[in-house]
């Protein structure tokens, strides 16, 4: 990151895509649950880092930075998707901003489907908690430092998600 | 056997992820994306001013194109909320209603909106005065209180306190009249868990957590059972507008019809002297 600060270079540019384009992409998909929206996130996370890399000062992780962003930005794409679906819910047109389901990836199955379905019916926020802690292995502390939330608030948000999941994958879990 | 599911959950979402991650095509797709949007990138001396020009000015359209077209939106919803506010029947928050004939009440009668109620208050400058910044939060059941103390906060900029109202009431079959069965006010920092032992008889602490947003609304996570043998929980992440009490679910038992309202206001920061 330091090097693309300094130098704005496509060499630097690529260098910062290898090392962090799978883990922001990864990331967005986990949220918005949606490979398209995905992408649209992963482009606007990367536009923003060009843009404001002279902010970033270095007095924190830039992993953190850059997975902050990519939180917000992915949430404030949901935001807009709800906004374009009660519009079209309510002109009773037909939705040209198609809701979009979780995708079933390389691996086709009930199984893959049925958590992407759980955890769609999770809310953004703990979504976003059950991420960062246990798909992203991050400490608690570091994933309420990027969620914006203290980290009594992220304990719990990850046990409430992980209650929820519990309840929706039951099936999965006793066999 | 909860540590065990809890692992086994764990190894289910790390599965998924490992399924569904990023596959190389979706990698350079998106790398060549994000290189035509980038034009910070140092360009090669020998590319000319005019095609520079033409790179800038066509990401300013693209740019200034979404841009218009979120406005657009945004507008329009905005225009949506507001329709569904004025009239109720458009969906939307529900608005409870006092009927003159109070001998059948479609709707409890109003929650005093003002959480933020001086007792209250004089509550929390007396225990603030036992425990200082450790204070974290204050639960008021009406014939006790509890507290929470953390390690004192560092003070932000916005000192103001969430003030959240859970008031259970019941409908008689007899009257039809509404009564007060439960309340709890609450009194908390923003972002401060609120984790209020049970009373006997239920298991699990009621916990809230609150966070004010902008345009008097504040977001709201609560999980409460009411104080009822057989009574649901209720798990609610919602929006809250201050000064406006919402129903966030009800129940029957017993052939008698229960409601749970909850209430929310801030109090600034100042006026806890």
């Given amino acids: 990151m330091t090097n693309f600060q300094t130098t704005k270079s496509a060499v630097a540019l690529d260098e910062l895509l290898t090392r962090h384009i799978d883990a922001v992409r990864n990331l967005a998909y986990r949220i918005v649950l949606c490979n398209s929206t995905a992408d649209d996130v992963t482009q606007e996370v990367f536009a923003k880092v060009i843009d404001h890399a002279a902010s970033f000062r270095g007095t924190a992780k830039f992993s953190t930075w850059l997975y902050r962003i990519t939180v917000n930005t992915a949430k404030e794409h949901l935001r807009q998707r709800r906004i374009t679906l009660e519009i079209a819910e309510h002109s009773d047109a037909i939705a040209s901003a198609e809701y979009c389901r979780p995708e079933q990836r390389v691996m086709d199955g009930e199984l893959t489907e049925r958590i992407a379905d759980a955890m769609s019916q999770l809310s953004t926020k703990l979504r976003t908690a059950i991420v960062l802690t246990s798909i992203e292995q991050l400490p608690a502390k570091e994933a309420a430092a990027i969620a914006g939330c203290s980290t009594a608030t992220m304990h719990w948000r990850v046990h409430q998600a992980r209650k929820q999941l519990k309840k929706l994958l039951y099936g999965y879990l006793m066999s | ?273």
Avoid: C
Wanted: no cysteine; charged share 25%; net charge negative.
């Fill in chain 2, 1 to 273: 056997m909860k540590r065990s599911q809890d692992e086994q959950l764990d190894r289910l979402l790390s599965d998924w992820a490992s399924k569904t991650a990023t596959g190389k095509a979706a990698r350079e797709a998106l790398r060549k994306a994000i290189y035509r949007v980038s034009d910070e990138v140092e360009t090669p001396p020998v590319v000319e001013l005019a095609s520079l020009w033409q790179q800038r000015r066509s990401r300013w359209r693209v740019v200034t194109g979404i841009t218009a077209a979120t406005v657009a939106v945004l507008l329009l919803g905005v225009g949506m909320w507001y329709r569904s506010e004025l009239d109720p029947t458009a969906g939307g928050g529900r608005k409870s209603m006092t009927l003159v004939d109070q001998s059948r009440q479609a709707s409890p009668p109003p929650l005093n909106a003002d959480v933020s109620a001086d007792h209250l208050r004089r509550l929390w400058q007396e225990h603030y005065r036992l425990f200082g910044a450790r204070l974290s939060w204050l639960a008021d059941r009406g014939d006790h209180t509890e507290i929470g103390l953390s390690e004192p906060v560092i003070q932000s900029s916005s000192n103001d306190l969430v003030g959240i109202e859970l008031v259970l009431w019941s409908r008689s079959t007899v009257d039809g009249k509404w009564q007060k069965v439960q309340a709890l006010r609450v009194l908390a920092g923003p972002e401060h868990l609120v984790q209020v032992p049970s009373d006997e008889g239920t298991s699990e602490p009621l916990a809230i957590w609150a966070y004010p947003l902008d345009e008097e609304m504040v977001s709201i996570d609560l999980s409460f059972r009411p104080n009822l043998p057989g009574a649901p929980k209720f798990n609610q992440s919602m929006l809250q507008r201050l000064g406006e009490h919402t129903q966030i679910g009800d129940f029957e038992k017993d052939g008698i019809e229960y409601r749970l309202y909850q209430a929310a206001d801030l109090i600034p920061s100042g006026k806890l002297g």
